[in-house]
């Protein structure tokens, strides 16, 4: 079972510092999401290819782990373990959803947030790289936003079977 709210713990213990249980990155923000993710209890798949599944281990980790990107076709696809389904609107998200985002709108993700509060029925998330908490979800303060980003909105499911 998905525990939304141990993920949503960990990513406010974590939001402004590095887990050195962890590898860094200089782009942060997937890791971050990631281990939000596995605190909340998704289980990690497809060890030692790093081209499949979802996993960090022995000091190597799936590309899905850290790239925006490969995290986007994850959730995307995944049928067993970590799963996730797309939802139409970022009101239609729960604590402990991820956003994807393309702030060029030309196909590529290249950031990674995860619902951790509301402001109504507004998302509110949390991010690394330019670490943040709390952010509204649609990033219009951010100068990578630009007239052309695009989001998925993922949901991710509850049961892991």
């Not at 942060?28 to 979802?54: F, H």
Request: charged share 20%; net charge neutral; hydrophobic share 35%.
């Amino acid at each position: 079972m998905y525990n939304r709210q141990a993920a949503v713990q960990y990513a406010n213990k974590w939001w402004n510092s590095n887990n050195p249980a962890y590898p860094i990155f200089d782009d942060d923000c997937t890791n971050y999401i990631s281990q939000c993710l596995r605190a909340g209890g998704a289980p990690m798949r497809g060890y030692p290819n790093r081209e499949k599944g979802w996993w960090v281990q022995g000091g190597t980790w799936s590309f899905s782990w850290t790239t925006s990107h490969s995290l986007r076709w994850y959730l995307d696809t995944s049928t067993v373990g970590l799963k996730a389904v797309k939802v139409a609107n970022a009101s239609d998200l729960e604590l402990g959803d991820v956003i994807s985002y393309d702030f060029q709108g030309d196909g590529r993700f290249d950031h990674t947030t995860i619902v951790t509060g509301f402001n109504g029925n507004e998302p509110l998330v949390n991010a690394h790289t330019n670490n943040s908490r709390a952010r509204n979800w649609r990033y219009t303060d951010s100068m990578a936003f630009q007239d052309e980003t695009k989001y998925i909105f993922f949901h991710i499911k509850d049961s892991f079977a």
